[in-house]
């Protein structure tokens, strides 16, 4: 299985980017990257997903480096409602319970500050 | 359009005792999937089902443990003989299909055993 290796904990002053950066080195040619978050007390929250180009939505901006090696997850205004579990996740769309089965690791927790 | 529903959203339960947790997917989605979170842990896939057919129960523990989704109501995690260990977060998801990019989670039963 590929593997996401992101910082335990990240810090932001309210109102200004936050960068959230997710390795899997080791990601396969058909792994979407995914981001849920994580609000506290409640169920994940899907954010964004990208293949290869960078992606954008109304809730995040997704940059994933040429490579596929990395990826970063964009906040471009943070708010206290931010304050979360962020996670990054590889998803075969391609192979059966790869394509279902979401791993979830520990994430980033990410703190909002006033 | 309703979210994901699920009931109840706390549960005590006596070791020994039977615990039935309950997930209404959103209105539209007939596939459904269950995930649990240990006290500090990321989520783990348990099972995942459609109208009246588990698909993928690999994640499941092999005693106690059961799910279903039959054709008319919501799913339903049963566990019995609840034991200490089983305290934890359940989290269901739906989705229109299996290869959704995004599936809608609901808020969760926290279980606890006493």
């Known amino acids: 299985d590929a593997k996401t290796t992101q910082p335990n904990s990240m810090e932001s002053n309210e109102e200004e980017p936050v960068h959230l950066p997710c390795n899997h080195s080791t990601i396969s040619g058909t792994d979407y990257i995914h981001w849920y978050r994580q609000l506290p007390s409640q169920g994940p929250e899907y954010v964004i997903h990208?293949?290869?180009s960078n992606v954008n939505n109304r809730m995040a901006s997704l940059a994933i480096a040429e490579d596929r090696k990395s990826s970063t997850l964009i906040l471009h205004r943070a708010t206290l409602r931010d304050a979360a579990v962020y996670y990054c996740?590889?998803?075969?769309?391609?192979?059966?319970?790869?394509?279902?089965?979401?791993?979830f690791g520990k994430g980033t927790k990410l703190s909002v500050i006033p | 359009n309703a979210g994901v529903m699920q009931n109840p959203r706390h549960l005590v339960r006596r070791r020994g005792q039977e615990a039935r947790l309950r997930c209404s997917p959103m209105k539209g989605h007939s596939h459904v999937y269950w995930y649990r979170q240990l006290p500090e842990e990321g989520l783990k896939f348990m099972v995942y089902?459609?109208?009246?057919?588990?698909?993928?129960e690999s994640g499941m523990p092999k005693e106690r443990f059961s799910a279903e989704f039959p054709k008319e109501g919501p799913s339903i995690l049963r566990i019995q003989q609840v034991v200490r260990g089983d305290s934890a977060a359940y989290f269901c998801?739906?989705?229109?299909?299996?290869?959704?990019?995004?599936?809608?989670f609901g808020s969760g039963t926290r279980l606890t055993v006493v």
């Open positions: 990208g293949l290869t």
């Open positions: 996740i590889l998803r075969d769309m391609y192979s059966g319970a790869g394509s279902y089965q979401l791993t």
């Open positions: 998801a739906s989705s229109p299909q299996q290869d959704d990019y995004g599936y809608t």
């Open positions: 089902l459609q109208k009246e057919n588990i698909i993928d």
